[in-house]
């Protein structure tokens, strides 16, 4: 997915600008980039995460930071920040965005005259070509709808200009923009988590396709938000960070109500309920609660040197650093039954390993409650899930093998909770990850957690939908 913050200030922003950046490290995994403006001149760094953090790689460069205004971000794609020079004038932009029809957008820039610069893994970088659509506007906010009208997917922005900063929502608002305050300053983040340690009460959040100018002491509305929203629902199951709030809806507080509401219609004999960590312990407390049994750390995260964001993007060595990560407490393991609470099942290796090191460890019954539905489409917006074939997906690969290798078939009654054909992707999935019973969260009561109207929400990982043009 990928996360950014910015910064403007009547003083110096470095300080700012770095930790806020680092707040959205549990955002992205391959790159970090910041870029301050001062005197008219650009100073940009960017570096290499997938085997290291943000904080150990910048900490070295922030003495040639130095400005009054900043822009930073955790890029889940390319090398980011890029610096334009056109008639708009000289900006950096850094963006959040997933862009399905590159090749087309590269082919009309080239056909127009354009050039690219900057390379990743020899493909044209993403933030440049969208730099490119906006200098073909005749303003930033003309350039920027350039943006909303060419690609096919999703794109938050965030331009650092000499004016100040213009923050840009996804047209359909699926990546959240939120706008911080304090005394002479300015703050906007993918996460505002980032703002309380920093002094910034969150103040405003960007609409979808709204576009904001942000300055030391003022915002000013560049264009009005759209009508219609969907904004991600996977951001409150799993991408959030606990204290964060979307749309005003607390993260933690919808995983706990999403818990509450499963344990109500559960009537499994367990002795105590445990969080896989991180994304699963609001479910689990809130798991808990409705039970009406003990909640107990059953698995720890070791956090010295394991944090969420280190995360590789090679699939063996994420899975053996997922194990890696999370240790068991056999003690409160041994000869017990649990209920443990997770925020999805994907591929399914990384939980199929956990539930056999439970069993190593003594746990005489493992139950998993997983806090959304089970997920049959790859996410064509935010990276997520971003399979090269839905085959990955161990919901459709169980499809496949339940229809004789047509993985399509019923779709939709498969996804349908207490279908006879959802009955049996479930058992059969149980079945395969070891476990000794498996329940999903319904569609419904996920939805209901959140409490936005449905179709504000993005659920095309569990039903197709969400798919606005």
């Given at each position: 997915m990928g996360g950014f913050?910015?910064?403007?200030?009547?003083?110096?922003?470095?300080?700012?600008?770095?930790?806020?950046?680092?707040?959205?490290?549990?955002?992205?995994?391959?790159?970090?980039?910041?870029?301050?403006?001062?005197?008219?001149?650009?100073?940009?760094?960017?570096?290499?995460?997938?085997?290291?953090?943000?904080?150990?790689?910048?900490?070295?460069?922030?003495?040639?930071?130095?400005?009054?205004?900043?822009?930073?971000?955790?890029?889940?794609?390319?090398?980011?920040?890029?610096?334009?020079?056109?008639?708009?004038?000289r900006f950096a932009i850094v963006t959040v965005a997933r862009v399905n029809n590159i090749r087309e957008i590269e082919e009309g820039l080239l056909e127009r005259g354009r050039h690219f610069t900057e390379l990743s893994s020899g493909k044209v970088n993403q933030t440049e070509l969208i730099a490119l659509l906006i200098s073909e506007g005749k303003d930033f906010v003309n350039g920027i709808e350039n943006v909303f009208n060419a690609i096919n997917g999703s794109c938050s922005m965030l331009l650092l200009t000499e004016k100040g900063i213009i923050a840009a929502r996804d047209k359909f608002g699926r990546t959240p923009v939120v706008i911080g305050k304090k005394e002479g300053a300015h703050a906007v983040s993918s996460e505002p988590c980032s703002f309380p340690n920093l002094g910034y009460e969150p103040s405003y959040n960007v609409g979808p396709g709204e576009v904001v100018l942000l300055t030391a002491d003022e915002l000013v509305q560049?264009?009005?938000?759209?009508?219609?929203?969907?904004?991600?629902?996977?951001?409150w199951i799993y991408f959030g960070y606990p204290v964060s709030e979307y749309e005003g809806i607390n993260v933690d507080t919808v995983r706990y109500n999403s818990g509450l509401a499963m344990a109500m219609k559960d009537n499994t004999k367990a002795d105590f309920v445990s969080g896989?960590?991180?994304?699963?312990?609001?479910?689990?407390?809130?798991?808990?609660?409705?039970?009406?049994?003990?909640?107990?750390?059953?698995?720890?995260?070791?956090?010295?040197?394991?944090?969420?964001?280190?995360?590789?993007?090679?699939?063996?060595?994420?899975?053996?650093?997922?194990?890696?990560?999370?240790?068991?407490?056999?003690?409160?393991?041994?000869?017990?039954r649990v209920i443990f609470c997770d925020d999805s099942i994907v591929r399914g290796t990384q939980l199929r390993d956990n539930v056999n090191i439970l069993y190593r460890y003594g746990a005489k019954e493992v139950?998993?409650?997983?806090?959304?539905?089970?997920?049959?489409?790859?996410?064509?917006?935010?990276?997520?899930?971003?399979?090269k074939s839905v085959l990955e997906l161990i919901a459709r690969r169980t499809i496949a093998e339940l229809e004789g290798g047509n993985d399509e078939k019923d779709l939709e009654l498969y996804g349908k909770t207490n279908s006879e054909q959802y009955k049996n992707m479930v058992e059969s999935i149980r079945k395969k990850l070891n476990i000794t019973s498996l329940q999903f969260n319904t569609l419904e009561d996920m939805v209901a957690a959140i409490g936005l109207p449905k179709e504000q929400l993005c659920t095309h990982c569990y039903d197709g939908t969400g798919c606005f043009k």
């Open positions: 913050f910015g910064t403007i200030s009547n003083q110096e922003c470095t300080t700012d600008l770095f930790y806020g950046t680092d707040y959205n490290s549990h955002l992205g995994t391959k790159r970090g980039g910041m870029v301050t403006l001062k005197d008219n001149e650009l100073k940009r760094s960017i570096h290499n995460l997938e085997n290291s953090y943000f904080r150990t790689k910048f900490e070295s460069d922030l003495t040639k930071f130095a400005g009054k205004s900043g822009i930073g971000v955790i890029s889940d794609t390319d090398p980011q920040p890029i610096v334009m020079n056109c008639h708009l004038g560049l264009r009005k938000p759209n009508k219609r929203m969907q904004v991600c629902s996977f951001l896989i960590p991180d994304s699963g312990i609001g479910q689990a407390l809130g798991y808990s609660q409705g039970m009406r049994i003990p909640y107990k750390r059953a698995i720890v995260k070791y956090t010295p040197t394991w944090p969420r964001s280190f995360t590789p993007s090679n699939q063996a060595t994420r899975d053996l650093v997922a194990k890696m990560k999370l240790i068991p407490n056999k003690k409160l393991l041994e000869g017990q139950h998993m409650r997983i806090g959304c539905p089970p997920i049959l489409y790859s996410c064509p917006f935010l990276n997520f899930s971003a399979s």
